[in-house]
């Protein structure tokens, strides 16, 4: 069964600290992240904090294979400054059909003045890499000799483990929200965030989906430019502690208030199982670290009451820390059949 994680409003919802949870607790065979290294994950995992953006945030359990799918664009020298901070080398897989950006593409992104300025992008070469893939000009990983020993056909070897029963987790990039086809275009990303398109990239099909997992932080934000329905002041923002900084850019990110209306829409679109709230603890100070339900104060709870009831799927996971285990898990509760 595939587990797909994804992002509901404009990414950095905190889908690196789920997806390395899931790893942990779920072992799946096999674990990807989709998508480029303009999207910055953070995992906190036994006192250390590994900022990614190639390696899936699973690579925490070590028994897990890390695979990149055709559909992700890497670059050589972000992979294997990760395989070695990760200690992964020796089971990651890439599939050959992976777009690999090199620095032509970052400096033809830094050049563009209307990506790096009006549409505010994170000028990583994502964009560039994608629109020559599609013209048929890219390189990909087939065509690099220094990593060769890692390429595989990872579509194919996806289906024959999930045809033996076993499971995959798949962690999207950025959100619902940022995608080309449903944000506010053209403050856009250069790729679909949404389920769907996230398991084009991995590159099979639906049959064997089994959850998404929709990620939500407890208020939004956002990087670059466009469209912020509800947006704060920065000083309303410090106030209520919502402070938050790009893991690639170092920019300080947007702020608006979580928004159920436009939550229950996102989850409509991305057909979600489950919703992940991260970040209680930054609109609780009080709940920080909790890991079961009942000890949170009641206003917390209704909180999280209130979103499930007005978005209509079970919330299902609870972010109250930074680390991979200040989580809630409730799926054994909430979900039948586990
Ligand atoms: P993108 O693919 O770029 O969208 O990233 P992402 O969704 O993986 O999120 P990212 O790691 O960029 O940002 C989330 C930040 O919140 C990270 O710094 C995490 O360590 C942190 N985080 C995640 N969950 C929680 C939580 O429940 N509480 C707190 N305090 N921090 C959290
Ligand atoms: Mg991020």
């Given at each position: 069964?595939i587990?797909?994680?994804v992002?509901?409003f404009?990414?950095?919802e905190g889908?690196?600290?789920?997806?390395s949870y899931?790893?942990l607790?779920d072992?799946?065979a096999?674990?990807?992240?989709?998508?480029?290294?303009?999207?910055?994950?953070?995992?906190?995992?036994?006192e250390?904090?590994?900022?990614?953006?190639?390696?899936?945030?699973?690579f925490v359990n070590?028994k897990?294979?890390?695979?990149?799918p055709?559909?992700?664009?890497?670059?050589?020298?972000?992979?294997?400054?990760e395989m070695?901070?990760t200690?992964?080398k020796n089971?990651?897989i890439i599939?050959?059909?992976?777009?690999?950006?090199?620095?032509e593409?970052?400096?033809?992104e830094?050049?563009?003045?209307?990506?790096?300025?009006e549409?505010?992008?994170?000028?990583?070469?994502v964009?560039?890499?994608e629109s020559?893939?599609?013209?048929?000009r890219?390189k990909?990983?087939k065509?690099?000799p220094?990593?060769s020993g890692?390429?595989?056909?990872?579509?194919?070897?996806?289906t024959?483990?999930?045809?033996?029963?076993?499971?995959?987790?798949?962690?999207?990039?950025?959100g619902?929200l940022?995608?080309?086809y449903?944000?506010a275009y053209p403050y856009?990303?250069?790729?679909n965030a949404?389920?769907?398109?996230?398991?084009?990239?991995?590159?099979v099909?639906?049959?064997?989906?089994?959850?998404?997992?929709l990620?939500f932080?407890?208020f939004?934000?956002r990087?670059?430019?466009?469209?912020?329905?509800?947006?704060?002041?920065?000083t309303?923002?410090?106030k209520?502690?919502?402070?938050e900084?790009?893991t690639?850019?170092?920019r300080?990110?947007?702020v608006?208030d979580?928004?159920?209306?436009?939550?229950?829409d996102v989850?409509?679109?991305?057909?979600?199982?489950q919703?992940?709230?991260?970040?209680?603890?930054?609109r609780?100070?009080?709940?920080?670290g909790i890991?079961?339900y009942?000890?949170?104060?009641?206003?917390?709870?209704?909180w999280?009451?209130?979103?499930?009831?007005e978005?209509?799927?079970?919330?299902?996971?609870i972010?109250?820390g930074?680390d991979?285990?200040?989580?809630i898990?409730?799926?054994?509760?909430?979900?039948?059949?586990?």
């Amino acid at each position: 069964m595939i587990d797909l994680v994804v992002g509901g409003f404009y990414g950095d919802e905190g889908k690196g600290k789920v997806a390395s949870y899931l790893a942990l607790n779920d072992a799946p065979a096999f674990s990807l992240r989709t998508g480029g290294i303009n999207a910055g994950h953070t995992v906190v995992f036994e006192e250390k904090k590994y900022p990614l953006r190639t390696i899936p945030s699973a690579f925490v359990n070590r028994k897990s294979k890390l695979a990149i799918p055709p559909g992700a664009l890497i670059k050589l020298d972000v992979l294997f400054k990760e395989m070695d901070e990760t200690g992964s080398k020796n089971r990651v897989i890439i599939d050959g059909h992976a777009a690999v950006i090199t620095e032509e593409e970052v400096n033809e992104e830094k050049s563009n003045k209307f990506l790096s300025g009006e549409v505010g992008s994170t000028v990583q070469g994502v964009g560039s890499a994608e629109s020559k893939r599609i013209l048929r000009r890219l390189k990909l990983a087939k065509d690099y000799p220094e990593i060769s020993g890692f390429i595989k056909d990872v579509p194919l070897e996806l289906t024959k483990a999930l045809a033996k029963g076993k499971g995959v987790l798949v962690e999207g990039t950025q959100g619902h929200l940022l995608s080309l086809y449903h944000g506010a275009y053209p403050y856009v990303t250069s790729r679909n965030a949404t389920s769907s398109g996230v398991l084009s990239e991995v590159g099979v099909g639906p049959k064997y989906v089994g959850n998404v997992i929709l990620v939500f932080k407890s208020f939004i934000t956002r990087v670059g430019a466009g469209p912020l329905e509800g947006e704060l002041s920065p000083t309303d923002a410090d106030k209520m502690g919502m402070v938050e900084y790009g893991t690639v850019t170092g920019r300080r990110r947007r702020v608006a208030d979580f928004d159920a209306e436009l939550a229950k829409d996102v989850a409509s679109i991305n057909s979600a199982t489950q919703i992940a709230i991260t970040k209680l603890d930054i609109r609780f100070k009080n709940v920080n670290g909790i890991k079961r339900y009942e000890k949170l104060p009641s206003e917390a709870k209704r909180w999280i009451e209130k979103i499930e009831k007005e978005v209509g799927i079970p919330v299902t996971l609870i972010g109250t820390g930074e680390d991979v285990y200040d989580i809630i898990d409730l799926r054994d509760e909430k979900i039948s059949g586990r």
